[in-house]
């Protein structure tokens, strides 16, 4: 089992940078696969960037592309998510999520474990 905690968010103007991280407990991080989604009011959650166990296969959804970036640090237990260019649009509560398992996965469904998530408010 894995306990993750994210950390970072906050109100950043349009065109602004944050830097979200989510730190897991747990001994065997570097053996999951490792998700960041978000969830604005009255949306579903949606996948934002995922990562595979070995940080070497990454998924970005279009609309961060080339904004946003997943990254992770197994020596230290923890997933990143750098988002710059930020726009009024990806306000929402972003989410990290973990599943132990080989592979990339983008699907919320396929995932277990959960953070309680982190505001993220972009002011136009």
């Known amino acids: 089992q894995v306990q993750l905690v994210e950390s970072g968010g906050g109100l950043v103007q349009a065109g602004g940078s944050l830097r979200l991280s989510c730190a897991a407990s747990?001994?065997?991080?570097?053996?999951?696969?490792m998700g960041w989604f978000r969830q604005a009011p009255g949306k579903e959650r949606e996948v934002v960037a995922a990562?595979?166990?070995?940080?070497?296969?990454?998924y970005y959804a279009d609309s961060v592309k080339g904004r946003f970036t997943i990254s992770r640090d197994n020596a230290k237990n923890t997933v990143f998510l750098q988002m710059n260019s930020l726009k009024p649009e990806d306000t929402a509560v972003y989410y990290c999520?973990?599943?132990?398992?080989?592979?990339?996965?983008?699907?919320?469904?396929?995932?277990?474990?959960w953070g309680q998530g982190t505001q993220v408010t972009v002011s136009s």
């Open positions: 990562m595979d166990w070995s940080g070497l296969i990454t």
């Open positions: 747990g001994r065997t991080f570097s053996s999951y696969a």
């Open positions: 999520a973990a599943e132990q398992r080989a592979g990339l996965i983008t699907r919320r469904k396929e995932y277990e474990y």
